[in-house]
């Protein structure tokens, strides 16, 4: 996330090198490396190569939501396996898959995850950031 904060903050015409990534943001590189090469495959990043190359937002960060950046990242926010998209539709721990409690719960966990990570974009984020950032600078402390 704070290397896409990161690259959200600068111009696509302006690539930014993993190395200098890596540095601003203190991620270790070939951690980085991997993180970034996941996101271009998955179509949310592009790459530039030689000179002036870089990696840069493939999509406006308003186009960007922080649940497709997890999906891709985690393979999803399931709380549970039997939830997860990619998981078979009935765990092996579950007697009754349509009756099972955890599941039900865990489902309406989902679903609010899900409500707020699929209509949060990555300039929401920022923009929220941002803000705090201004209200935290506007308060006087008038600690002795």
């Known amino acids: 996330m704070k290397a896409l904060i990161n690259l959200a903050g600068k111009p696509a015409e302006e690539p930014v090198l ?3 990534l890596a540095k601003q943001e203190e991620i270790p ?19 530039k190569i030689g000179k002036g190359g870089g ?7 308003r186009n960007i939501t922080i649940g497709s950046i997890i999906k891709v990242l985690e393979g999803g926010y399931a709380p549970v396996q039997c939830l997860n998209e990619s998981a078979a539709p009935q765990c092996d721990e579950c007697g009754d898959y349509s009756s099972c409690g955890i599941r039900l719960v865990m489902s309406d ?7 707020v990570l699929e209509t949060t974009t990555l ?12 209200a935290r600078s506007n308060i006087i402390d008038f600690s002795i």
């Open 55 to 61: 990696y840069f937002l493939a999509r406006d960060p």
């Open 18 to 20: 993993i190395s200098e």
């Open 109 to 115: 966990v989902m679903q609010a995850i899900s409500s």
């Open 123 to 134: 300039a929401d984020m920022i923009e929220r950031s941002d803000n705090a950032k201004r």
């Open 29 to 47: 590189r070939k951690f980085l490396e991997a993180i970034l090469l996941s996101l271009k495959n998955a179509g949310l990043l592009q790459s």
